[in-house]
């Protein structure tokens, strides 16, 4: 009996051991983790900066002489001038009255002063080729008309400082208020116009970034207000100096914005695209472990986490591009990397 009782506990202890040994395997291979083949894609590294836009065509009208006040109907509306309305290059918004500025130019007497030395200068000509008067005559007649055309021609800019007209197509952003027909005085505020389908963003950098940042570069533009579009544009402009006292270099940056979702005066992100590579090993950013040895990653081979470690070349907030320690296709652990050591037992989850 008692050598029975021996051989049954010793079953036992040993039945005990064995699954005790079976369930540390099965701690080894239970520890959870999320993979992603890697793969070759495009990484940028950019420069993240704010600012303030601007529209990159902007003027001030104002009266170049004093007259009544007649704000001028739009032909696309076939109602006066308003806030917001869009114009044509020449079209004119405001009209300033004054028939005693209107009778000092002379603008009839002067048009019909350059016919008449037109025509006088044409028969000298015609004389002159045929022998019938003098070298000097036939200049002096020159001489009267070319005269006569600089004081129509100025009497033409005399009389269009009564129009109030736009310089190039725009919107009208600012429109003070006249009531119609108050005489307003020479320099009075008339109009402001904007063309902002293209903008501009005038940024203070860095000085590290100086070595960087350079003219022809792309940039992203983003603004809260429009959060599903993103606006393009390059840089058109770099100081090739520092600030002393703030130790940064302006740069420029021109945005296109055709549908004019951007408005003058937002506040805006840019990311200044300094470099970028279409056919990187890119890997997200937080799956790097930095220790003393370097950076490293872990991959799965064969159910088991192995240690890679890499070196990295271009990145930005989310991405990083791995120069070498990992190849095409490698099962890139994404989730769970926390708590591997090298050779750890895995189990692939999705």
Not at 95 to 124: C, F, G, H, P
Not at 263 to 287: C, Q, T, W, Y
Request: with cysteine; proline share 4%.
């Amino acid at each position: 009996m008692k050598l029975k009782y021996a051989l049954l506990l010793a079953a036992a202890l040993l039945t005990a051991g064995c699954n005790n040994q079976r369930d540390n395997m099965e701690s080894d291979v239970a520890v959870p983790v999320s993979v992603e083949e890697i793969k070759r894609g495009s990484i940028e590294e950019y420069v993240t900066t704010t600012g303030t836009v601007y529209a990159i065509k902007e003027a001030d009208l104002t009266a170049e002489t004093s007259g009544r006040y007649r704000r001028m109907l739009n032909p696309a509306t076939n109602a006066p001038y308003k806030l917001g309305d869009r114009v044509a290059e020449g079209n004119v918004i405001v009209t300033l009255v004054d028939e005693e500025y209107e009778n000092s130019i002379k603008i009839k007497a002067q048009k019909l002063n350059l016919d008449i030395s037109q025509r006088e200068y044409e028969k000298q000509q015609s004389l002159y080729d045929k022998g019938g008067v003098t070298l000097r005559e036939l200049k002096d007649a020159e001489v009267s008309y070319i005269n006569a055309k600089y004081a129509y021609d100025n009497a033409l800019i005399q009389l269009n400082k009564l129009k109030v007209q736009a310089p190039f197509d725009g919107i009208i952003v600012a429109l003070p208020y006249y009531t119609p027909d108050t005489k307003v005085a020479q320099g009075a505020s008339i109009a402001k116009l904007m063309n902002f389908q293209e903008m501009y963003l005038e940024v203070n950098m860095p000085g590290k970034e100086m070595g960087i940042i350079k003219p022809g570069q792309p940039v992203r533009v983003m603004n809260y207000t429009i959060p599903d579009d993103t606006l393009y544009g390059s840089i058109s402009e770099v100081s090739p100096a520092i600030d002393a006292d703030t130790r940064t270099f302006k740069s420029a940056i021109v945005i296109d914005n055709p549908d004019l979702l951007l408005r003058p005066g937002m506040f805006v992100k840019a990311e200044l695209v300094v470099a970028k590579n279409d056919s990187a090993l890119v890997i997200p950013k937080d799956v790097i472990i930095a220790r003393r040895s370097g950076k490293q990653v872990f991959i799965v081979q064969n159910g088991a986490a192995m240690e890679r470690r890499i070196t990295t070349g271009l990145e930005n907030p989310d991405y990083v591009e791995v120069l070498t320690g990992l190849e095409v296709n490698d099962r890139l652990v994404v989730d769970g990397f926390e708590t591997l050591r090298n050779r750890s037992k895995v189990k692939i989850i999705r």
